[in-house]
């Protein structure tokens, strides 16, 4: 069955952890996403990916990092330096060449207690 | 900040009256345009495209329409049903691969 998998689908983070969450492509694409969904919200875009080992900050970057060592995954970490975590994040692929539409996880809920 | 935006955050509609909504962006540059459906707690879903040459796209009971001059993309939905009741996003994808999204219309369904 192609598609993105998030894991875990809820996560609970202690303040001052670092987290990371998992994002895998079996859709043979180039190109990878991380987004924020706030309530209420539009996506805002972390980082993306358009090729193996490398990577690009997006709108809201900071407190975050990602890695790209294999082109069907690309995890996230949230780290202690990002003040307020606690977010809907998403994770989405696409073919490299602009122009086409990304394809969504089912994201993953995290909470800091 | 952001480029791109929704008219209006809520939309109520009968079942079975068109829907219809609005989309208004800045960058002059964007040559991509996509329409997601988000249903609570899950992924946006690509429901229909349109490229900055097209002025019309039409899909199944969905149409999206493009003026470039006032920069202002809609979505149409045909008869709309309950299983239309979701959040709605327009999103732009700029020549660098980036795509931005505006902050959503949630759309209810009435019976």
């Known amino acids: 069955d192609g598609g993105i998998t998030q894991s875990p689908k809820y996560l609970f983070r202690k303040e001052g952890q670092n987290v990371t969450l998992s994002c895998e492509q079996n859709?043979?694409?180039?190109?990878m996403y991380w987004y924020r969904q706030d309530p209420g919200q539009g996506l805002r875009l972390i980082y993306y990916s358009q090729i193996v080992n490398d990577f690009q900050k997006g709108d809201i970057a900071e407190g975050y990092s990602v890695s790209r060592e294999k082109k069907e995954s690309f995890p996230l970490t949230v780290t202690s330096a990002q003040k307020n975590p606690t977010a809907f994040y998403l994770c989405a692929s696409s073919q490299v060449q602009g122009g086409t539409e990304a394809f969504f996880g089912q994201g993953t809920r995290l909470t800091v207690v | 900040g952001e480029s791109v935006g929704l008219h209006l955050p809520t939309l109520s509609v009968q079942e079975g009256d068109n829907s219809i909504i609005n989309c208004a962006y800045s960058n002059s540059a964007s040559d991509y345009f996509i329409w997601y459906k988000q249903e609570s707690g899950k992924g946006p879903q690509f429901i229909i495209d349109i490229r900055s040459n097209m002025d019309k796209r039409q899909g199944q009971r969905v149409t999206v329409l493009l003026n470039k001059t006032v920069k202002h993309l809609s979505l149409q939905i045909a008869a709309t049903q309950p299983g239309d009741s979701a959040v709605y996003f327009c999103a732009e994808n700029t020549s660098d691969y980036k795509l931005s999204f505006g902050a959503g219309t949630t759309v209810t369904v009435r019976a």
């Open positions: 859709l043979n694409h180039d190109a």
